[in-house]
């Protein structure tokens, strides 16, 4: 079994008949006393079950140090259990109270241009401070032991969305710790030398003590540095989660300990591939990005996020029930988006859907952004809709538990294939990994074609096809793996600035790309970048931009999918496809987009024996997704579609979600 199989173990405590479980983010110290019966009501009317409580609550429980006040939190506690809701209680820590940063303004973060982070925000602290440590572990101490026992306590919430704001830090306690995971790593500064490549630009080290974070410099930094300190800053948040959890652990062994991920968009700091063991079961937080993909983007994330939790259920700690606050223009969701949006993470795997909050916001940065009780009351359209879904999830409780059915085909997530190719002095800086991921994944949905992200930690062994959309970093291990996998049997596809490098970030030497030349049965001398303007017609019709690869066929048995017919690779191959042993291996060498991965996706999938489990007429217009025998269609449109070529199917409202039983 892989690693991520053996994540998620746990549930939460105390959970009785299976159901999905239905909150927010509830934060009644934001509120006078006289709110929170009413509070309490109101969740009941809508079905609430579990609620993450005191998430930024520092500065009220700990108001002078060493001073703490829980009345109030015992308080709400007590009413929240007499209501029936269940607590997964915040550690606290999210956020230092301001008494803690005039003492010691040293635990404030430091940018890479060296300015020092103010407090009056929030995540004002650095990962890797002792005394921001001590005060933290103190805290948790506290509340672990006086609520150890509470009955409405399910599960410790740690901190909240580590590396939000926070991830990388630049001072002098970094560079400190920097040092410290750089001697584990390497042990003599030589094999470091060797690693970043010091010769170059006289960067030599000749004590680990002389070596600092990758700080505002002349020029680009070296890129090894760069992808260290990457991993190191992803330790270093991880260190603080093991830090926390593990002093919860030794107070309170049965309650589950977790922390809200943040698998969406373009937060890629945190390696939660390399994460999600250490919790008792996994939980992400995703809000809608706008643009012609936000849907897809939701899907994928809620995918990934099912994947990381190794197909067991995990909790969908935060989502918003309309618009947020934190984007340019913050636009509403459309009638069905609430339910759409929530489902299609039910459909991925959630057992638990929450939302960013309970109660909107009266004051404070976040007045603007939805909750479950708007402004307006219970009495608006918004609660109404609530209490609806509510009663909609009760109903799905046959669904909770389920695990998801593993799909043919696997879309390969790497986070640090993502970190290293969108490093600077490369052939582009335009390249966005996971756009390109998403643009295949969209292009499958478009296909009525179900697939799974998974993290390259995952169990690529088990799909018949693996989309390894630039896979930048190639280690010699994970290349043998992906070759006799391929030998045994696996189709392969990869695109454009795959397999260059090594762990190193040190180039294959021989041509690109480097250790899957020979399966590819093609060699790249030059990479074809293009302008912001330029873009290349292909033989079949289709219209490359961003890339292209000047490539040579190597070997007889390859198959030219497509060619250019424009541009400074004009005749060159574009697409091409080996048989290799029992399987195959395909190259994409430009950026097509979903309309252009579309039509190849035939050739592609079909020598795999792979196709959609729609019927045609359905495929592109909803998203299938399984959960044990639960059937998920998700309506990618704004209008109705006819189900009718399914038993049971019916009419699918526009952006809805019907839940088949397919026992
Ligand atoms: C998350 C955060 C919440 C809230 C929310 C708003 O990043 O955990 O506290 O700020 O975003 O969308």
Redesign the pocket.
């Known amino acids: 079994m892989t690693q991520s199989n053996e994540t998620t173990r746990r549930w939460l405590r105390r959970a009785g008949s299976a159901r999905l479980e239905f909150g927010a983010?509830y934060n009644p110290d934001q509120w006078p006393r006289e709110f929170w019966d009413d509070d309490v009501r109101a969740m009941r009317e809508a079905g609430v079950t579990v609620v993450s409580l005191a998430?930024f609550s520092w500065a009220r429980l700990e108001p002078r140090e060493g001073a703490y006040d829980f009345a109030w939190l015992d308080e709400v506690m007590d009413l929240l259990h007499a209501g029936g809701i269940t607590v997964d209680l915040a550690t606290a820590t999210a956020s230092p109270p301001p008494w803690l940063t005039r003492k010691h303004p040293e635990i404030l973060p430091v940018t890479r241009t060296g300015e020092v982070l103010s407090p009056g925000a929030r995540q004002h602290w650095r990962p890797t401070s002792p005394i921001f440590r001590e005060h933290a572990l103190r805290l948790v101490r506290e509340l672990a032991t006086r609520y150890a026992e509470h009955p409405a306590l399910v599960a410790w919430h740690v901190n909240?969305?580590l590396g939000?704001h926070n991830i990388y830090d630049y001072s002098d306690d970094a560079a400190a710790a920097f040092r410290v995971w750089l001697r584990n790593r390497y042990h003599d500064v030589e094999a470091l030398n060797h690693a970043w490549g010091t010769a170059f630009w006289s960067q030599r080290y000749d004590d680990f003590e002389e070596v600092l974070p990758p700080r505002l410099a002349a020029s680009h930094p070296n890129p090894t540095q760069q992808l260290d300190f990457k991993r190191f800053s992803s330790d270093a948040l991880k260190e603080h989660l093991r830090a926390e959890r593990d002093l919860l652990r030794s107070i309170t062994p049965e309650v589950p300990v977790t922390t809200?991920f943040m698998v969406m968009g373009e937060t890629k700091g945190m390696n939660y591939a390399d994460w999600a063991a250490e919790v008792d079961f996994v939980s992400n937080?995703h809000?809608v990005l706008p643009g012609p993909q936000a849907r897809d983007e939701l899907s994928f994330s809620a995918n990934l996020t099912g994947n990381l939790a190794g197909g067991r259920p995990w909790f969908l700690m935060?989502h918003?029930t309309s618009a947020?606050?934190?984007q340019p223009v913050n636009v509403a969701k459309k009638p069905g988006e609430l339910e759409r949006d929530s489902l299609t993470h039910v459909a991925h795997g959630a057992d638990a859907v929450c939302y960013?909050q309970w109660r909107q916001s009266k004051a404070g940065a976040?007045k603007y952004?939805s909750a479950m009780l708007p402004h307006a009351g219970t009495d608006s359209d918004l609660f109404r809709a609530v209490v609806r879904f509510g009663q909609r999830l009760r109903e799905l409780a046959p669904v909770a538990g389920s695990r998801r059915r593993r799909a043919e085909v696997g879309i390969v997530f790497d986070w640090e294939s993502w970190w290293v190719a969108e490093h600077d002095s490369h052939p582009t800086d335009r390249l966005r990994y996971r756009q390109e991921t998403l643009d295949w994944y969209t292009a499958l949905l478009d296909a009525g074609v179900r697939a799974d992200v998974l993290p390259v930690t995952g169990p690529l062994e088990e799909y018949r096809v693996l989309i390894a959309p630039i896979l930048h970093v190639l280690p010699a291990r994970l290349a043998v793996r992906l070759r006799d996998w391929v030998a045994a049997g696996g189709h392969l596809v990869t695109t454009y600035f795959s397999g260059i490098v090594d762990e190193n970030d040190h180039v294959w030497l021989g041509g690109y790309p480097g250790p899957l030349r020979d399966v590819l049965g093609i060699r790249i001398e030059e990479f074809g970048p293009l302008l912001d303007h330029e873009s290349v017609e292909l033989d079949n019709g289709t219209t490359g931009t961003l890339w292209t690869d000047r490539i040579d066929v190597t070997s007889d048995d390859v198959e030219v999918l497509a060619r250019y017919k424009t541009g400074e690779q004009a005749e060159r191959a574009a697409v091409t496809r080996r048989r290799a042993g029992a399987g195959s291996a395909a190259y994409v060498s430009t950026r097509l987009g979903p309309e252009g991965l579309g039509p190849l996706l035939p050739a592609l999938l079909g020598p795999a024996g792979v196709r959609g489990e729609l019927p045609p007429e359905l495929a592109g217009r909803v998203e299938l997704a399984i959960r044990g025998d639960h059937w998920f269609l998700i309506n990618r449109t704004d209008g109705p579609v006819d189900l009718g070529a399914l038993p049971d199917g019916g009419i699918l409202e526009p952006r809805g979600v019907a839940i088949l039983h397919r026992p």
């Open positions: 983010d998430i909240n969305e939000c809200n937080d809000y935060e918003s947020v606050n934190w960013f976040e952004h």
